[in-house]
Each structure stands twice: as C-alpha cells, then as structure tokens.
C-alpha cells in the first residue's frame, strides 16, 4: 500500500478522503490556497503545504505547484476528489509521466470518455443505447440549425468537452437556437477553453439515473446500484436518493448491465459513473455522458451497498484487486442525500460567505452522515464552490429515510452565513418529493416558483 498520499482538493471531499486514507494506514498531505490556511482539512492531513494565492487559478488548479508538492512530501499517489483537476487528461499524463499514480483513470480513458462527442461513438461500439444527436462537433449556427432539423424539437446543446452545467441550453424551437447556440458557445469557450458543441434530442420528461461502476487493473468491472439525480436547478444536482423509485426490479437489470458493457468496452479502471435519461414514458434509458472520477452524491451508495467507494478507489489505484465482486454486492434499504450550501435561495441563490459564528451539526441515530468541513468560528472563503456541507440518511425504507432527512435538517444549525438548509427541508416534505413523483423539471418549473412566492 502507498505510504503517503497528496489530496489535490479541499473542503469536505478533501476531508474524506484524508480519513479514509488514516483508515487504510496511508500518510496523507493536504494542499492549500492562502484563503484556506486555516481550514479543516489542513489541520487533519498529516503534512500540509501551501500551493497558491486564493484563486483557484493560482492554486488547486496549478498543476506545476500541486505536482512539486507532491515531489516535495515524497507522496507517491495523487487522489484529486472532484472538481478542479479530477477530469483534467493533461494532469493525469503529467502524473504518469512522473511517476505519481493519479488516484482515478488514464488520462487516455480521460480523454475518450470525458468529451462527449468521443463517448458516443463508443457507446454506440459497446452497444450501449444513445440519444439521436450531432456525429461530430458543432461549431456554427448554419450547421446547428441544419442538425436540429434532422432530429426534431426540443433539443439540447452541449459543451463537447463540458461538465458541471456549463455550456447546456435547451431550445424548443428555430427562433430560439442561435441566440441559444452563440450563449452556450461563448460560456463553453470560457469555461473549458473549447466552444464545440453537440447537439441531441431532449428527452421529456426524463429521469436523470446514473450507476455508480468500480473497476480495478485486472480487468474486473463491478456496478454499485444506480442513483436518482433529477432534482436539480439548472442543471445542478440539489438531492439525490438511491434506489430510484422510477425503477423496477427489470429495467434496474438491464440499466446496470449497461453501465457495466460501457466501462468494460473502454477498461475503466477506479470509480466513475456512467449517466442516462430515463424516459419514463417508454422506459426506454439512453447514455448521457461519464463521469470520469467520484461524485458529490457517492454516499448514498456507500451507504445502500455497504461499499466504501474511497477507499476501494485507493486501493485499486496501489494495483490491488477490487476487494468485493459482483456477487458479493447486496443492497438494502434507501438513502438520500441533501446538499447544503451558503447560499440564499430566497435571493437567486446568491453566495454567501463569511465566518460561521455558531454551528450544531445533526448526530445520534442509525443511518446518519453528516460529510464537512465547517466548524464554529470558520470563515467560508468567497472564491470556491458554495456546498459547505452534505446531510447523507439511510432508512430500511423510503419512508424512514425522509422522515430522518427532515429530522436531520430541522437540527441543523448554521449562524453567521445564509444556507439552503430551510430550503431543502421544504423540498423533502413537497408532497411530490414524498411520492416520488418528479422529473428533471420539478424543481425548475414546479416546485420553485411557488417557493419563491412565499415572501
């Protein structure tokens, strides 16, 4: 097993990943900007070292000083959570090329499946079910328009090389596809440094499902269940839950093995997750894109499969066997999770930093996990992400698991900043949440509009 370890992130994944690594007997270094000298992180890892000035720029997204920490503390492994460089192609072929194991993927399965228009290609070649779409990249409005007729309105436009919500429209009809198309490019460009596009059929309404995949050096692939991520506000994910309710005991086989055919065809190795649309109508489910590293909403899983998705992460990046196979994965009840950020919902969910005065996170009881890195006294700096906390539930049922979400909100406890928590606790007790009864657009077009009336 690695001796040490250099976490390329912050906030409560870096967290995380700094106690699973304890858990395995790892060392562990943290990274930090100047915004972050005192954050939790850096007093848990056991050696910290400062690579920047607050912007992300200048920090955790410099592969140079992240790279000379790394060759600094002697860590011998670079585990980059998500965000910021854990989908970056060029800093996992510059940690081979160093001789530091990049805690994910090859940059060369980066690349194939983190650009959209690659993916489906090799989606289609795995036999893996696809949306009808644009076979190539889209870089005018002459061709957008040409392509959008072939396959019918409503459509979506994509940043090829995006992710996070960044460069995504939808467009229902030719008036609105330039203006739509000329946006979607220009924040693509920004964004990625790339303004190709891709452009596939809407599917609505729709199910966003994802499975979560684990696979090692040897070849074994293995599914950890899927997860339900259609409520979202544009285009960012607000609760998960896992099982999805959407998914019966038939179309759960035949999605999963999916998922499993498609990382198999590129030999993926470490966690990901492979993302559909589900329409729910034809229960017909279609590849979206893969997420090529662990995600925000990984405990729902952990907690359903009794996988620790971290650890085995690490474990397969040092060239050891996944440590369960397929047979041996059971699932059994249901968890969710909220994502609690400082933020103002009631103001178009604007930031909101500053320094926590005053702070009781939710404890006691089976089935309760609360993943931070806030403590009282804490200053949320004003330049990274504004997720500050993640309140993660398991039940033997659904039932259960909502009733101890909204008892865990209820005590959460935050002073000093504005969250979401109130928020949240709304949207679990919306008597559509509590049916299961939504799609990608119930919080967007449902649910928010009568929330915001309410002052």
Request: with cysteine; hydrophobic share 40%.
């Amino acid at each position: 097993m690695f001796n040490k370890i250099l976490i390329a992130n912050r906030g409560e994944i870096a967290v995380r990943i700094i106690r699973a690594a304890r858990e395995l007997g790892v060392g562990t270094v943290a990274i930090y900007s100047t915004a972050d000298r005192d954050a939790l992180h850096v007093h848990l890892a056991d050696e910290a070292i400062c690579v920047g000035p607050a912007r992300s720029t200048e920090s955790y997204l410099n592969m140079n000083n992240i790279l000379s920490a790394a060759v600094a503390t002697g860590a011998q492994a670079i585990h980059p959570g998500f965000g910021f460089l854990s989908e970056n192609s060029k800093f996992a072929r510059l940690c081979e090329e160093m001789n530091i194991k990049f805690i994910g993927p090859s940059a060369k399965v980066m690349d194939m499946m983190g650009d959209k228009i690659n993916a489906r290609a090799e989606m289609i070649k795995a036999g893996v079910p696809v949306t009808p779409g644009s076979e190539g990249e889209v870089h005018t409005t002459d061709e957008a328009v040409k392509i959008a007729e072939e396959i019918g309105y409503p459509i979506m436009l994509k940043a090829s090389a995006g992710g996070g919500g960044k460069g995504i429209r939808k467009v229902n009809n030719v008036e609105e596809l330039v203006p739509a198309f000329e946006a979607a490019q220009a924040e693509a460009q920004a964004a990625f440094g790339n303004g190709a596009m891709f452009i596939e059929r809407m599917i609505f309404p729709a199910r966003h499902i994802e499975v979560q995949i684990l696979g090692d050096s040897q070849g074994n692939v293995i599914h950890l269940g899927e997860r339900d991520c259609s409520l979202q506000r544009n285009n960012q994910k607000v609760l998960e839950e896992s099982p999805s309710v959407a998914i019966g005991h038939t179309l759960r086989n035949e999605i999963t093995a999916a998922a499993v055919k498609a990382a198999q065809h590129v030999s993926y190795e470490n966690a990901g997750t492979i993302e559909f649309l589900l329409d729910e109508s034809s229960g017909k489910f279609y590849f979206m894109e893969m997420n090529t590293r662990v995600q925000v909403e990984h405990p729902v899983t952990e907690f359903v499969s009794g996988v620790d998705i971290v650890k085995e992460q690490i474990r397969v990046a040092n060239g050891n066997e996944l440590s369960v196979k397929q047979e041996d994965v059971t699932f059994s009840g249901h968890a969710i999770e909220c994502r609690i950020n400082a933020e103002n919902p009631k103001f178009n969910f604007a930031p909101s930093p500053g320094k926590i005065t005053n702070l009781f996170l939710p404890s006691g009881g089976v089935g309760l996990r609360v993943d931070s890195a806030m403590y009282s006294g804490y200053s949320i700096p004003p330049y990274y992400d504004s997720m500050i906390a993640k309140v993660i539930v398991h039940g033997e049922n659904r039932f259960e698991a909502l009733m101890k979400m909204q008892r865990a909100l209820l005590e959460f406890d935050v002073e000093g900043v504005i969250t979401n928590v109130d928020f949240q606790l709304e949207l679990i007790s919306d008597p559509h949440v509590v049916a299961g009864d939504y799609d990608t657009s119930f919080l967007g077009n449902v649910f928010l509009p009568e929330y915001q009336k309410e002052d």
